[in-house]
Nanobody
Framework: VQLQASGGGSVQAGGSLRLSCAAS????????MGWFRQAPGKEREFVVA????????RYADSVKGRFTISRDNAKTTVYLQMNSLKPGDTAVYYCLARNSPFIATTLGEYDYWGQGTLVTVSS
């Protein structure tokens, strides 16, 4: 399974970015997906996850109301729309895949992850 994340960049606080993660080498519709992030000097942390059908989502409290996850199983891609960005959102964002219909919020529950994409939010 290969996961290719893209869409990172530099924005000012209050701005928006849309991350994409294209999956290949798997039956995408059988994988729940998640985004984690890692800020400089910090541990990797859960951001958001979506079930394989897209019917269930879960967000970290720090991003609720600002970030939205979605997926297009026909395009084997998961998206992360990030609005009202804050400097505290600055991190490398990683896309992960889990061979299960159910959402997971811990790294150890995921089977695959791709390279990250850097998001930098300036004040």
């Amino acid at each position: 399974v290969q996961l290719q994340a893209s869409g990172g960049g530099s924005v000012q606080a209050g701005g928006s970015l849309r991350l994409s993660c294209a999956a290949s080498g798997c039956t995408f519709g059988r994988y729940s997906m998640g985004w984690f992030r890692q800020a400089p000097g910090k541990e990797r942390e859960f951001v958001v996850a979506i079930s394989w059908s897209g019917g269930s989502t879960r967000y970290a409290d720090s991003v609720k109301g600002r970030f939205t996850i979605s997926r297009d199983n026909a395009k084997t891609t998961v998206y992360l729309q990030m609005n009202s960005l804050k400097p505290g959102d600055t991190a490398v964002y990683y896309c992960l895949a889990r061979n299960s219909p159910f959402i997971a919020t811990t790294l150890g529950e995921y089977d695959y992850w791709g390279q990250g994409t850097l998001v930098t939010v300036s004040s």
